[in-house]
């Protein structure tokens, strides 16, 4: 059991907005990320990240932008991924105030770019980004997918794992497109499989739909668990689920 579980809001961007949508499908506009994630921050949220759902080198000032009036009023651990190809991209962010990077497409067609960002600025900067999915033709049951899990790679889900982890990943952010935006629960049985692989943290993410399935989501051994749908709707709060977590015997923050 890791010695305190974190609870971190996802803010999925998109030209300067904060969306969410259904298994990466029908995006909806939710507010400002840096309103939301200064709110995240005083409501106790460990951590934060940003992904940039666009990833179009035209939205990448963009970025840049956002995260630098973020790190102005939020004090924790601030993660930005999409549209990551290069180590300059990384030094920038790093620049802007994000803490770490969250890398996953890129990774896949160029793996180079996680042991470089790895030996120039840290395995703790660095956070493999991987969105999961069911599927009979991997051999684990599980396969990679790549573009916000619109396709389908030939990666084994597992041995990609083991793979990254190789070339210097941190952490791991384990996302269940199957679930992802359900509402319907974490994928328990993915993630326990992926936690018997892997060395490094975990990130629990897609389908928390209640404060239980905190709980659900570290008994398979998850160190932090991310969500976005049950925040932005309001229906669990960050200190509801952190009591869910407390009551059940893991520590907080």
């Not at 200064?38 to 409501?43: G, H, L, N, S």
Request: proline fraction near 2%; hydrophobic fraction near 45%; aromatic fraction near 6%.
């Amino acid at each position: 059991m890791p010695l305190s579980i974190r609870v971190i809001p996802c803010l999925d961007v998109a030209d300067g907005q904060v969306v969410k949508g259904v298994n990466f499908k029908n995006l909806r506009e939710i507010g400002d990320p840096v309103d939301l994630a200064a709110k995240y921050y005083r409501d106790g949220a460990d951590e934060v990240t940003f992904l940039d759902v666009n990833a179009t080198i035209d939205n990448r000032d963009t970025m840049y932008e956002l995260v630098s009036r973020c790190a102005e009023k939020v004090f924790i651990p601030l993660t930005v991924g999409g549209g990551i190809r290069s180590t300059s991209d990384v030094a920038n962010l790093l620049a802007a105030g994000a803490d770490k990077v969250s890398i996953g497409s890129a990774g896949i067609s160029n793996p180079r770019l996680l042991s470089d960002v790895a030996e120039k600025f840290g395995n703790q900067v660095l956070v493999v980004s991987l969105d999961l999915k069911r599927s009979k033709q991997a051999r684990s049951g599980y396969a990679v997918t790549s573009h916000g899990g619109r396709v389908e790679t030939d990666l084994d889900a597992l041995e990609w794992i083991e793979k990254v982890i190789q070339l210097g990943a941190g952490e791991l952010l384990v996302n269940s497109i199957d679930a992802d935006g359900t509402l319907s629960g974490f994928d328990i049985e993915m993630l326990s499989a992926v936690r018997q692989r892997a060395e490094v943290p975990v990130i629990a993410s897609g389908g928390a739909g209640s404060a239980a399935d905190f709980v659900s989501a570290a008994r398979c051994g998850a160190d932090a668990i991310l969500a976005a749908s049950i925040f932005h709707d309001n229906s669990v709060s960050i200190a509801e689920a952190k009591l869910e977590l407390k009551l059940a015997g893991y520590e907080t923050r």
